[in-house]
């Protein structure tokens, strides 16, 4: 029933950043630079709330920079991490992690991993997946992955000559998974694909959290990229997303939803009781916008 159109990402610098993810990550942009209308402070909340967005694409998948011109929301604190809940990023599918890698280094990208990371074997469902976080221009987490032959969506292993090939998911960091499955699964109707529980040396280093434990769920809608739950069984010292986090915060994602049924309203409402074009959060605080 639920589709995912695009990621839509804060930015402080809409320029900066589609010179970013084109340049650097080979986006190509999908639409002209659009401005906000006078219906946007009733949507968002913010009173007086002006912005400039460009919708990008990469493979089939799409993304949104969005940034406010007035007012101007606050940065990301300088110390996050990966286990705090406002933590979120794109995982963006390469065919070949070492020139991919290489790449970010050329163009001096921040990392945010200590270097790829090749998941071990003895964990069978991510077993032999390379894995590497990187920061874009205002801090936000990206992240570069292939799977190996036996792992990922057939799509990821099609012969092709580009490096960078689409967004397989959107992950973001949970306090408890089942109180989220309620909502994403149950409420919104996505189903689970894939579980596993991630630990050791690769996964520290990748997360650049000591001692980091995970249990981690895919869900998939039916169409659009996957959403990937993180919940960090240790530490759990990862601090929740701020309760006053507004839409114009430089930390703030959010997940835009569409519906694949005939009649789209009628039906969103009476499966989800949410109200298209309605802003609703998750039960951490994350962000969605069903359209």
Known sequence: MINIDSI??????LQQSLQ??????????ASPIKHSDHTLPALVGIPDAQMMSVRLQLGSEFIELIQYTSPIGR???????????????????????????NRLREHKVEPASTSPQTLPDWNPAAGGIQAYYFRDPDG???????????????????PSSRLFLGIDHTAFVVNDTETSLKFYRDKLGLRIAGTSVNYGIEQARLNNVANAHLRITNL??????????????????????????QTNDLWYWQIQMTSNDSHPPASLKEATNINPDEMLRDPDGHALLLM
């Open 140 to 158: 936000n987490h990206l992240e570069i992955l292939q799977f190996p032959p036996d792992k990922g969506d057939s799509k990821w292993h099609r």
């Open 220 to 245: 998939k809608p039916t169409h659009g990229p996957g959403i990937e739950l993180l919940e960090y069984l240790k530490p759990r010292n990862g601090r929740p997303m701020p309760a006053d986090s």
């Open 8 to 13: 839509g990402i804060t930015v402080s610098d």
């Open 20 to 29: 970013f993810y084109t340049d650097v990550l080979s986006f190509t942009q």
């Open 75 to 101: 940065p990301i604190p300088i110390d996050s991490r990966s286990n705090d809940h406002w933590f979120q990023h794109i995982a963006i599918i390469v065919t070949d992690m070492d020139k991919a890698y």
